[in-house]
Protein backbone atom coordinates (compact mmCIF):
# COMPACT_ATOMS: atom_id res chain seq x y z
CA UNK A 1 0.00 0.00 0.00
CA UNK A 2 1.16 3.86 -0.73
CA UNK A 3 0.34 6.92 0.85
CA UNK A 4 1.32 10.56 1.19
CA UNK A 5 1.22 12.76 3.80
CA UNK A 6 1.04 16.55 2.86
CA UNK A 7 2.34 18.09 6.18
CA UNK A 8 0.70 21.40 5.66
CA UNK A 9 -2.68 22.07 4.34
CA UNK A 10 -2.12 26.14 4.06
CA UNK A 11 1.40 28.37 3.48
CA UNK A 12 0.67 32.31 3.28
CA UNK A 13 3.86 33.40 1.92
CA UNK A 14 5.18 37.12 0.99
CA UNK A 15 5.62 37.81 -2.62
CA UNK A 16 9.25 37.19 -3.60
CA UNK A 17 10.20 35.21 -0.16
CA UNK A 18 11.36 31.48 -1.04
CA UNK A 19 8.93 28.57 0.13
CA UNK A 20 9.48 24.88 0.47
CA UNK A 21 5.74 22.52 0.48
CA UNK A 22 6.68 19.24 2.36
CA UNK A 23 5.54 16.08 1.21
CA UNK A 24 6.47 12.51 2.64
CA UNK A 25 5.59 9.11 1.01
CA UNK A 26 5.68 5.76 2.15
CA UNK A 27 5.65 2.51 -0.32
CA UNK A 28 7.43 -0.84 0.32
CA UNK A 29 8.73 -0.70 -3.60
CA UNK A 30 10.13 1.81 -5.65
CA UNK A 31 7.89 5.34 -6.67
CA UNK A 32 7.61 7.52 -8.80
CA UNK A 33 6.65 11.20 -7.61
CA UNK A 34 4.64 13.85 -8.95
CA UNK A 35 3.41 17.41 -8.05
CA UNK A 36 0.22 18.87 -9.68
CA UNK A 37 -0.88 22.20 -9.25
CA UNK A 38 -4.19 23.19 -9.51
CA UNK A 39 -5.77 26.74 -9.57
CA UNK A 40 -9.01 27.88 -8.73
CA UNK A 41 -11.91 26.75 -10.90
CA UNK A 42 -9.71 24.28 -12.90
CA UNK A 43 -8.04 21.07 -13.22
CA UNK A 44 -4.82 19.89 -12.16
CA UNK A 45 -1.67 20.48 -14.23
CA UNK A 46 1.37 18.27 -13.91
CA UNK A 47 4.15 20.83 -12.14
CA UNK A 48 7.04 18.23 -12.04
CA UNK A 49 8.09 14.59 -11.78
CA UNK A 50 10.49 11.55 -10.68
CA UNK A 51 10.73 8.58 -12.46
CA UNK A 52 14.22 7.96 -12.92
CA UNK A 53 17.63 8.91 -13.14
CA UNK A 54 18.16 12.68 -11.08
CA UNK A 55 16.54 12.94 -7.83
CA UNK A 56 16.24 16.91 -8.73
CA UNK A 57 13.96 17.78 -10.69
CA UNK A 58 12.75 21.07 -12.07
CA UNK A 59 9.46 23.18 -13.80
CA UNK A 60 9.37 25.30 -16.32
CA UNK A 61 8.42 28.10 -13.85
CA UNK A 62 11.25 27.57 -11.47
CA UNK A 63 9.94 25.39 -9.10
CA UNK A 64 11.95 22.16 -7.70
CA UNK A 65 11.55 19.08 -5.79
CA UNK A 66 14.26 16.44 -4.76
CA UNK A 67 13.26 12.97 -4.31
CA UNK A 68 14.93 11.63 -1.05
CA UNK A 69 14.87 7.93 -0.86
CA UNK A 70 16.38 7.88 3.08
CA UNK A 71 14.01 10.25 4.15
CA UNK A 72 11.30 9.21 1.91
CA UNK A 73 10.35 12.91 0.93
CA UNK A 74 9.75 14.93 -2.12
CA UNK A 75 9.12 18.37 -1.27
CA UNK A 76 8.42 21.07 -3.49
CA UNK A 77 10.91 24.27 -3.47
CA UNK A 78 11.03 27.99 -4.96
CA UNK A 79 13.60 30.42 -4.62
CA UNK A 80 10.87 33.20 -4.86
CA UNK A 81 7.42 33.18 -5.57
CA UNK A 82 4.85 35.33 -7.01
CA UNK A 83 1.17 36.01 -6.60
CA UNK A 84 0.25 33.90 -9.77
CA UNK A 85 1.96 30.72 -7.77
CA UNK A 86 -1.11 31.14 -5.74
CA UNK A 87 -2.94 27.83 -5.85
CA UNK A 88 -3.52 24.41 -4.33
CA UNK A 89 -0.71 21.63 -4.83
CA UNK A 90 -1.11 18.29 -4.45
CA UNK A 91 1.63 15.46 -4.39
CA UNK A 92 1.40 12.01 -5.79
CA UNK A 93 3.12 8.52 -5.92
CA UNK A 94 2.34 5.72 -7.47
CA UNK A 95 4.23 2.41 -7.17
CA UNK A 96 5.74 -0.42 -8.89
CA UNK A 97 3.14 -1.93 -11.32
CA UNK A 98 0.73 -0.08 -9.66
CA UNK A 99 -1.24 2.62 -12.58
CA UNK A 100 -3.30 4.72 -10.41
CA UNK A 101 -2.40 7.81 -8.29
CA UNK A 102 -2.47 8.29 -4.31
CA UNK A 103 -3.28 11.76 -3.76
CA UNK A 104 -2.02 13.91 -0.65
CA UNK A 105 -4.71 16.26 0.93
CA UNK A 106 -3.35 19.42 -0.72
CA UNK A 107 -0.93 22.54 0.47
CA UNK A 108 -3.00 25.69 -0.42
CA UNK A 109 -0.10 28.38 -0.93
CA UNK A 110 -1.37 32.03 -0.90
CA UNK A 111 1.37 34.62 -1.96
CA UNK A 112 0.78 37.63 -0.22
CA UNK A 113 1.44 41.07 -1.93
CA UNK B 1 -4.06 17.93 -28.77
CA UNK B 2 -6.63 19.15 -27.61
CA UNK B 3 -6.00 17.64 -23.91
CA UNK B 4 -8.57 15.37 -21.88
CA UNK B 5 -12.02 16.48 -22.56
CA UNK B 6 -14.65 16.31 -20.37
CA UNK B 7 -18.34 17.48 -20.41
CA UNK B 8 -20.65 18.97 -19.20
CA UNK B 9 -18.32 21.39 -17.18
CA UNK B 10 -21.19 21.99 -14.60
CA UNK B 11 -24.38 19.53 -13.71
CA UNK B 12 -26.92 20.27 -11.46
CA UNK B 13 -29.74 17.73 -11.04
CA UNK B 14 -31.92 16.54 -8.48
CA UNK B 15 -31.78 13.65 -6.27
CA UNK B 16 -32.57 10.41 -7.96
CA UNK B 17 -32.25 11.70 -11.21
CA UNK B 18 -29.42 9.64 -13.96
CA UNK B 19 -26.40 11.49 -14.38
CA UNK B 20 -23.61 11.14 -17.16
CA UNK B 21 -20.16 12.00 -17.81
CA UNK B 22 -18.59 12.22 -20.16
CA UNK B 23 -14.68 12.11 -20.93
CA UNK B 24 -12.68 12.24 -24.14
CA UNK B 25 -8.98 11.17 -23.47
CA UNK B 26 -5.78 12.04 -25.21
CA UNK B 27 -5.26 10.31 -28.38
CA UNK B 28 -3.09 7.60 -28.06
CA UNK B 29 -3.08 7.08 -24.16
CA UNK B 30 -3.65 3.81 -23.36
CA UNK B 31 -4.88 4.41 -19.89
CA UNK B 32 -8.25 6.07 -19.05
CA UNK B 33 -8.62 7.24 -15.24
CA UNK B 34 -11.92 8.48 -13.08
CA UNK B 35 -11.16 10.97 -10.02
CA UNK B 36 -13.63 12.58 -7.59
CA UNK B 37 -12.74 15.46 -5.78
CA UNK B 38 -14.30 16.60 -2.51
CA UNK B 39 -13.43 18.73 0.46
CA UNK B 40 -13.87 15.99 2.36
CA UNK B 41 -11.72 13.10 0.99
CA UNK B 42 -9.47 15.21 -1.22
CA UNK B 43 -8.88 12.86 -4.44
CA UNK B 44 -9.87 9.62 -5.11
CA UNK B 45 -9.68 7.01 -7.80
CA UNK B 46 -12.92 5.61 -8.67
CA UNK B 47 -11.68 3.52 -11.57
CA UNK B 48 -9.06 2.97 -14.01
CA UNK B 49 -9.28 1.52 -17.83
CA UNK B 50 -6.32 0.02 -19.89
CA UNK B 51 -7.27 -0.35 -23.52
CA UNK B 52 -10.63 0.17 -22.52
CA UNK B 53 -10.60 -2.65 -20.53
CA UNK B 54 -11.50 -1.72 -16.20
CA UNK B 55 -8.39 -2.69 -14.29
CA UNK B 56 -9.92 -1.74 -11.10
CA UNK B 57 -13.03 -0.48 -9.86
CA UNK B 58 -12.31 -0.80 -6.24
CA UNK B 59 -12.72 2.63 -6.04
CA UNK B 60 -16.14 2.90 -7.42
CA UNK B 61 -18.57 4.06 -4.11
CA UNK B 62 -21.37 1.48 -5.03
CA UNK B 63 -23.79 0.10 -7.39
CA UNK B 64 -24.93 3.23 -8.21
CA UNK B 65 -22.12 4.00 -10.13
CA UNK B 66 -21.23 2.71 -13.29
CA UNK B 67 -18.22 3.41 -15.78
CA UNK B 68 -17.64 1.93 -19.62
CA UNK B 69 -15.42 2.80 -22.07
CA UNK B 70 -17.28 1.32 -25.94
CA UNK B 71 -13.77 2.61 -27.44
CA UNK B 72 -10.37 4.13 -27.33
CA UNK B 73 -11.79 7.73 -27.47
CA UNK B 74 -14.88 7.89 -25.10
CA UNK B 75 -16.09 6.74 -21.32
CA UNK B 76 -18.71 7.66 -19.45
CA UNK B 77 -19.18 7.67 -15.82
CA UNK B 78 -22.92 6.78 -14.85
CA UNK B 79 -24.35 7.75 -11.18
CA UNK B 80 -27.88 6.27 -10.97
CA UNK B 81 -29.59 7.49 -8.96
CA UNK B 82 -28.22 9.99 -7.95
CA UNK B 83 -28.11 11.21 -3.83
CA UNK B 84 -26.49 14.56 -2.57
CA UNK B 85 -23.68 13.08 -1.10
CA UNK B 86 -22.19 12.43 -4.85
CA UNK B 87 -22.25 15.90 -5.09
CA UNK B 88 -18.32 16.98 -6.33
CA UNK B 89 -15.85 17.86 -8.82
CA UNK B 90 -15.16 14.63 -11.28
CA UNK B 91 -12.08 14.50 -13.07
CA UNK B 92 -11.08 12.24 -16.27
CA UNK B 93 -7.44 11.80 -16.54
CA UNK B 94 -5.35 9.87 -19.31
CA UNK B 95 -2.42 8.49 -19.37
CA UNK B 96 0.26 6.83 -22.20
CA UNK B 97 2.07 3.76 -21.88
CA UNK B 98 5.93 4.46 -20.94
CA UNK B 99 8.20 4.18 -23.94
CA UNK B 100 10.53 2.28 -22.14
CA UNK B 101 10.71 -0.93 -20.05
CA UNK B 102 13.02 0.74 -16.98
CA UNK B 103 9.85 2.63 -15.55
CA UNK B 104 6.08 1.51 -15.18
CA UNK B 105 4.08 4.40 -15.32
CA UNK B 106 4.22 8.15 -16.64
CA UNK B 107 2.30 11.56 -16.43
CA UNK B 108 -1.36 11.56 -16.30
CA UNK B 109 -3.10 14.36 -18.06
CA UNK B 110 -6.59 15.62 -16.47
CA UNK B 111 -9.44 17.35 -18.37
CA UNK B 112 -11.14 20.59 -16.45
CA UNK B 113 -13.60 18.70 -14.32
CA UNK B 114 -17.10 18.10 -14.06
CA UNK B 115 -18.37 19.85 -11.65
CA UNK B 116 -21.82 17.90 -10.10
CA UNK B 117 -24.36 19.37 -7.44
CA UNK B 118 -26.95 17.14 -6.54
CA UNK B 119 -30.00 18.72 -4.88
Known amino acids: AQSVTQLDSQVPVFEEAPVELRCNYS??????LFWYVQYPNQGLQLLLKYLSGSTLVESINGFEAEFNKSQTSFHLRKPSVHISDTAEYFCAVTSGSARQLTFGSGTQLTVLP | DAGVIQSPRHEVTEMGQEVTLRCKPI?????LFWYRQTMMRGLELLIY????????DSGMPEDRFSAKMPNASFSTLKIQPSEPRDSAVYFC?????????????????FGPGTRLTVL
Open chain 2, 93 to 109: ASSPTPRTVLISTDTQY
Open chain 2, 49 to 56: FNNNVPID
Open chain 2, 27 to 31: SGHDY
Open chain 1, 27 to 32: SSVSVY
